[in-house]
């Protein structure tokens, strides 16, 4: 998958060199089917972070607010003209020559992927897809291998095909903020609507990071990857997200030490995850990992924030909704 990407990113470089269109960063590999813990290894999706750069003449200003009810954090992304007369060669500046001297030139991003003065999701997903399309019949893969483009969304999501094996592959794609490990990013969230211009806060990066710090810190015989990937499978078809298993384990890889998870602590350490899950249903509070959390490597870059921040509790709907916690307690204690 990464060698197919980096060959398309490659042909992207050359597509996009002289547009005003963003500029595209390699891709980072996130999420459990690269991290190593894919509840079912035969059915996953190859997930990668773009991140992107203003193009020449242009700046990014991230615009923050929240979603108070959903805590949800995001940015929108205002897009602004900078002066580029004295600095670019080969480049009329968008602010400073007329609309008959810049009709020769390519549009700036502002007429292509924005809606008003701001970056747009769903614009910028169109472009990704209609940029994999044009770049994929340049690679010699195509000749062996079959491209289907899913449908269009706030991602671009894709299909390659081998033989009989299937390669699904999602690009996130977002802005850094503060030179740090997060990001705001076109992924949404269940049960809130998300408009066009919203770029939700994403920690994918981050914690790709931190599980690759715990890999090179671990016993070579660790099982914390099993673990999760365990406990994620069991709790399939329940009320009790992924991600809230994962904030676990990370929470629980900083508290035990790393020389406890190996493959003679593998039952040891089940039965920590599922009391650290009790505890969280029961008390109806589950902290984000990188919210206000001093155990955070320093590996992993936060904006200056972090660290000072309010925790997040991923179990706030269980504060809200008294039913909701009374299905969460049984079927807890079902598992």
């Known amino acids: 998958v990464m060698e197919i990407l980096n060959k398309l990113f490659s042909v992207f470089g050359q597509l996009l060199s002289k547009s005003f269109y963003p500029v595209l960063q390699l891709p980072i590999e996130v999420d459990s089917a690269f991290e190593g813990w894919a509840p079912y290894e035969e059915d996953v999706t190859y997930r990668v972070f773009v991140p992107m750069l203003p193009p020449r003449g242009h700046i990014f200003y991230l615009e923050q607010g929240i979603v108070a009810e959903?805590?949800?954090?995001?940015?929108?992304?205002?897009v602004e003209l900078e002066c580029t007369c004295t600095e670019v060669e080969n480049m009329l500046c968008f602010l400073h020559h007329s609309e008959e001297e810049l009709r020769n030139q390519a549009p700036s991003l502002l007429r292509t992927l924005c809606t008003g003065s701001y970056l747009d999701v769903e614009k910028t997903?169109?472009?990704?897809?209609?940029?994999?399309?044009?770049?994929?019949?340049?690679?010699?893969?195509?000749?062996?291998?079959?491209?289907?483009?899913l449908p269009l969304g706030r991602s671009?999501?894709?299909?390659?095909?081998?033989?009989?094996?299937?390669?699904?592959?999602e690009l996130m794609f977002g802005v850094q903020r503060y030179k740090s490990d997060i990001f705001v990013s076109n992924h949404s969230t269940e049960g809130i609507f998300t408009p066009k211009t919203m770029w939700l806060e994403t920690y994918a990066v981050a914690e790709a990071k931190f599980l690759k710090y715990v890999a090179r810190e671990a016993p070579r015989d660790s099982f914390h990857l099993k673990c999760l990937q365990?406990?994620?499978?069991?709790?399939?078809?329940?009320?009790?997200?992924?991600?809230?298993?994962?904030?676990?384990?990370?929470?629980?890889?900083?508290?035990?030490?790393?020389?406890?998870?190996?493959?003679?602590?593998f039952l040891l350490r089940l039965l920590d995850i599922m009391q650290y899950l009790r505890q969280c249903v029961e008390e109806k509070c589950l902290n984000h990992f990188f919210f206000g959390n001093e155990n955070v490597p320093q590996e992993v870059i936060?904006?200056?924030?972090?660290?000072?921040?309010?925790?997040h509790n991923l179990f706030k709907d269980l504060v809200q909704d008294p039913a909701a916690h009374a299905e969460a307690l049984r079927e807890f204690t079902e598992l």
């Open 70 to 78: 959903m805590q949800v954090r995001y940015c929108s992304i205002r």
């Open 156 to 169: 671009c999501k894709f299909q390659v095909k081998k033989r009989n094996k299937t390669f699904p592959i």
């Open 302 to 311: 936060l904006p200056p924030n972090f660290q000072t921040a309010k925790s």
């Open 125 to 149: 997903a169109c472009w990704l897809q209609q940029l994999v399309k044009a770049s994929w019949v340049v690679l010699p893969e195509s000749a062996q291998c079959r491209l289907k483009i």
């Open 230 to 265: 365990l406990c994620t499978r069991i709790l399939m078809g329940s009320s009790f997200s992924t991600y809230a298993l994962k904030t676990i384990v990370m929470h629980l890889l900083t508290s035990i030490p790393l020389s406890d998870w190996r493959r003679r602590d």
